[in-house]
């Protein structure tokens, strides 16, 4: 596993840094640093791929690249930035989807207003047993 940034807290503000782009973010919360730390490093990236795309077509008219080059590198580009975001996100032993705003949008009922939902069901049990009273223990209040 590679590290690719670090958060830290010192003197109760918080700092993101990211040595291989020589970036640092601060703030008071840790939420607002890890937000402009997200979109710096994505602006970042869309930039570099842009870049990288330019730079093979031009390539092409000094027959240093290929346009199947020029396409694969369009094609990541499109991949990573017209998909709308998502992920995984554990919180202890349960494990949760997360997709960005406009995702949760178009889903909305599978998100109910949430930034993220759980994965698996508990609800999905072998014989119709959920939230289902065991026999012998007393559910009346005294």
Request: some cysteine; overall charge negative.
């Amino acid at each position: 596993m590679k590290e690719i940034g670090k958060l830290y807290e010192a003197d109760g503000r918080y700092e993101f840094r990211v040595d291989d782009m020589s970036l640092i973010v601060r703030g008071d919360h840790p939420e607002w640093v890890m937000q402009a730390a997200s979109e710096v490093v994505s602006k970042t990236a869309r930039l570099e791929g842009e870049s990288r795309i330019d730079e093979l077509e031009a390539l092409i008219e000094f027959e240093g690249a290929s346009q199947i080059e020029v396409d694969s590198a369009k094609y990541a580009q499109k991949e990573r930035f017209e998909t709308i975001p998502q992920c995984i996100v554990t919180i202890g032993k349960m494990d949760y989807r997360w997709a960005a705003p406009e995702g949760r949008e178009k889903h909305a009922c599978e998100f109910s207003g949430n930034p993220y939902r759980r994965i698996h069901d508990m609800s999905m049990t072998f014989h119709d047993s959920f939230l289902q009273n065991e026999n012998g223990v007393e559910t009346s209040e005294k």
